[in-house]
C-alpha cells in the first residue's frame, strides 16, 4: 500500500496563477483533511471532507477550494495564488467519519508564490 | 490563549539521554489524545495514540495523560540520534464542535551522538 500520495512535490507558482494539488489514499478512509503547515503557525486545516460527496471549511478556507472526487481522491485548488500562500500543503486521511480520529499524511507539497 | 500549548524548543540532548515533550490544553472535553513525528521535509508520521488518561507504552516510547491537569507527555528513553525530528501534539473531543483535531506547533528535538 502506497498510504496517502501527493502532486507534484514541489510548484513554484506566479501570483495569480492558478493550480491544483492532487491527493489520494488506498486505505480506503472515509475522511480526508488538507492542511498547510507555516512556520510558527504549525498545522492549520484548510478544507476536510468527511465522507465521500462532502465538504467543509476548515480553519483557514479564503482562496482554496476542494473538491472530494471519489472516495479515493481529495483535490485541492488555488484558483489566483499570492504569495500568502507560499507554504507546505500536506494531505492527510482517517478511517472514521469525523476528524477525532488518528490521521495519516502524505509527504506535502512545497509551493511557493512570487 | 490556544487551545493547545507546546514548547516549540528547540531541545537538544545527548545520545542515550531521557526526553520529556509535553503540551498542555484547555478544552476539557478533549478526549482522544496523539503523538506525532515529524522528520524534516517529510509529513507527519503517527507515533502514539491514547485515549482517556492514563499511560501507553511502546518500546522505548511512553505517552501519559493527565486529564485532571490537562497536560500530555511523550517521554523517549534511551534517545537515538535518528529520534531527531519534531514532535507535535494532537488531540480532539468526542462531538460536535470537539470532533477536529488541534495541533500544538510542535517541538524541535535534536539527540546528538
Known amino acids: 500500500n502506497a498510504g496517502v500520495t501527493q502532486t507534484p512535490k514541489f510548484q513554484v507558482l506566479k501570483t495569480g496563477q492558478s493550480m491544483t494539488l492532487q491527493c489520494a489514499q488506498d486505505?480506503?478512509?472515509?475522511?480526508m483533511y488538507w492542511y498547510r503547515q507555516d512556520p510558527g503557525m504549525g498545522l492549520r486545516l484548510i478544507y476536510y471532507?468527511?465522507?465521500?460527496?462532502?465538504?467543509d471549511k476548515g480553519e483557514v478556507p479564503n482562496g482554496y477550494n476542494v473538491s472530494r472526487l471519489n472516495k479515493r481522491e481529495f483535490s485541492l485548488r488555488l484558483e489566483s495564488a499570492a504569495p500568502s500562500q507560499t507554504s507546505v500543503y500536506f494531505c492527510?486521511?482517517?478511517?472514521?467519519?469525523?476528524?477525532?480520529?488518528?490521521?495519516?499524511f502524505g509527504p506535502g507539497t512545497r509551493l511557493t508564490v512570487l | 490563549q490556544k487551545e493547545v500549548e507546546q514548547d516549540p524548543g528547540p531541545l537538544s540532548v545527548p545520545e542515550g539521554a531521557i526526553v520529556s515533550l509535553n503540551c498542555t490544553y484547555s478544552?476539557?472535553?478533549?478526549?482522544?489524545f496523539m503523538w506525532y513525528r515529524q522528520y524534516s521535509r517529510k509529513g507527519p508520521e503517527l507515533l502514539m495514540y491514547?485515549?482517556s488518561s492514563g499511560n501507553k507504552e511502546d518500546g522505548r516510547f511512553t505517552a501519559q495523560v493527565d486529564k485532571s491537569s490537562k497536560y500530555i507527555s511523550l517521554f523517549i528513553r534511551d534517545s537515538q540520534p535518528s529520534d531527531s525530528a519534531t514532535y507535535l501534539c494532537a488531540m480532539s473531543g468526542n462531538a460536535g464542535n470537539n470532533r477536529k483535531l488541534i495541533w500544538g506547533l510542535g517541538t524541535s528535538l535534536g539527540v546528538n551522538p
Open positions: 491514547t485515549y
Open positions: 492527510a486521511s482517517s478511517g472514521h467519519r469525523d476528524a477525532s480520529d488518528t490521521q495519516y
Open positions: 478544552n476539557s472535553a478533549f478526549q482522544y
Open positions: 486505505m480506503n478512509h472515509n475522511s
Open positions: 471532507s468527511a465522507s465521500e460527496g462532502t465538504t
